[in-house]
DNA sequence: GATGAATGAGGTTTCATTCAT
DNA sequence: GATGAATGAAACCTCATTCAT
């Protein structure tokens, strides 16, 4: 590809266009950042071109990580506007929206495959190399919009003040430490096909609707 | 420490001596795994020393993340074994010997500020580049360690066979999330001070504290 | 030169570049490839530039290697070309024509004293750490063009099919073997300096001469 | 082994124990020196021990070489020895005599695979590193015996004076020479499976013959 | 004499980033 | 704006040899 990007919609193209074969790589071989060249090569365009975009590897990958927050929390928060009225709900009723939202959450998690992967290189990986401004605009904007869904949630669950964001950040802790702990790379499969290994290889999707259950379920309580 | 390690004492010692010294330098600059010259230096050996006793960088962590895993269990185990008599426990009896038994990791999460960071580098960094026995042998023992674990759980909180292997898995997921959701590197807390942060902000081990807290209300309702 | 080789002719300018600074330096120093580290300063280039021609230090001693096999046999195909007529030879006139054949080889071998020292590594050194692809390549470069050769040598000589192959091969042989027999690095020379030593060390230039006179002679008998 | 080599004999005895556990070695990969460490191994030994008998590595190989070529040479001269009367040999005894002694050498070579093998490492790999004290005297020793066997020659086939020297040499350079073509790792070997590469790898034992058989012949004309 | 623990020089290769074209 | 050639830092690991025990 040669064409040059002037307006402003070719810009928004072009960098998708990189974060979409980053995101393709990043999926086959999970783990690992693919190089630069490999993505440019991906997106059909040259290694420079990659560095008009984003200044660095990483950003590439914030970038990424920062569309799946956002697609998340906004996922929640629209389950929040849909399922809230007015009036005060029951006990009962907080549960079954606690439930519904542990489901969105799942539902969320199981189609985009490249979330907790991408989150899990986050803190070792990630946020190195990385402008003060880029992570600034990164955790600026999440923050922004967690706090925004956590208040949502504490309308919705008659909470007190802030509590909202907090049941939302461990829900994040726990689904991140559970992906974790229960992907493993394919070699690694085969190493522990054994049947003593089973306990420490539940499916994490059926595993993370259960201990998100049980984590709300006392949080509610 | 004599210069020639001959007796399998020795050697176990300067083992130590290796470990000892890469746990520092990582303390030092965590989410870098710290290059094998400046461990050997740190420990006063060449690098070729270091070859001796292990036979790739990243099982030098991997060991003494082993060791890690091993104290939290065998505290966790010790708890348990202390605190578990004979008789059946009332429902706050439980509650009470979960909550102490939740003061036993936090402490001892407080006590070594190593594992959880080099917990965090175990899914992308560390496991890489080990030989398949070595990996294997880890995963081994970690599981055997945490099913026996699991098993007393049981058998203390009278629960359901495997139960407590999963609230143990759920938990460490749960302390590992949030740790890597709270732990900032320095530069990063700076540029979060801002008072708009502090709901992504709490102090780690009061959160492990509470989040797990919350988990074991509702695993044990 | 340019400092980017953009054009195809610029890439090959920059490839014998590297080339010719590997050939200076063995030469130096033979029996050693030389440093990827020595080539790039030689170049001019940085090691990473070396590396962008060639995907690892063998392979540029190979390519050198290569390009002296086809020296020479492009050496020896013109040499047949210019002396072969149409008419059939006597006995004498091929055995001239051998003759010369060798004076051309032989020629030829003084004047890139690189081969023979290469050859000498291509055994035991450079074969190594090659791609099968690479290595392929040589390999049937080096057989096409030595069997075309071979196939005029038939035709000068009224050979037997396939029997001027085997000449050459035998040639390449004896060359290869004496080179390895006679060139002494220069401090055995003074070693052997010694004038019981004269029987193992006559001058290889002439001796290659009479030896591969003798072969032939026998060959064409 | 523990044993203290006291007398001479136990001495040999363990020098010979190494020598066999480096071409032990060697047989299997050849084209590499196989690693002190292997060979200690191998021999049953400390690697320290192994340095007690010889100064470097290359001192292992070159005494198995200085083995080979005594063996060789000894074999060619036990040949003439049996061989040779008192008379004057008429032409066609004389090609008898060439021929037999091709017949000996080629058999020595197929039933001592590490020859040839060791042979062509002598010039790149096996020189290096060598006290010159040991390289000459492996250098005298062998001049000696070759010169002794060339008078030998000399004699049995009524040559001018050298002359059998430079017979035995340029047999020499041509058998290692055809080695070092056409002896493939196994890799190559499928590699060069095709038909097309036919001509470049015949097999070693019948071409040494051809070879040697066809030099003879011109350099007793 | 024998051992094997310790040494440390040495060189390859990768790849994020820059910048001349 | 786009390209891709050039850069060069960075780090691993091997293994021959030494020498304390």
Known sequence: MKTRAISSDDKHLKRSLILNAARDLFLVDDRQLPAVAAIAKQAGLAKGTVYLYF???EEIFLALLAEEFAGLLSSI?????????????????KHELASSLIDAIADYLQSHPEFLRLD?????????????????????????????????LD???????????????????????????????????????????EPIRPDFHSEVRLALGEYWLGALA
Chains 1, 2, 3, 4 share one sequence.
């Open 120 to 152: 899990a290189m986050s803190y070792s990986v990630l946020e190195q190399n990385l402008s003060d401004d880029f992570l600034y605009a990164f955790k600026y904007e999440l923050t922004r919009t967690l706090v925004d869904t956590g208040k949502q």
């Open 77 to 93: 928060h629209a389950h929040l506007l849909n399922n809230v009225g007015e009036k005060k709900l029951s006990k009962k009723q």
């Open 155 to 197: 309308l919705a669950l008659a909470l007190e003040n802030g509590r909202g964001v907090s049941l939302l950040l461990r829900t994040y802790a726990l689904m991140r430490g559970l992906w974790q702990s229960l992907d493993y790379p394919e070699h690694l499969q085969k190493l522990l096909a054994h049947k003593m290994f």
């Open 55 to 57: 200044s660095t590897k």
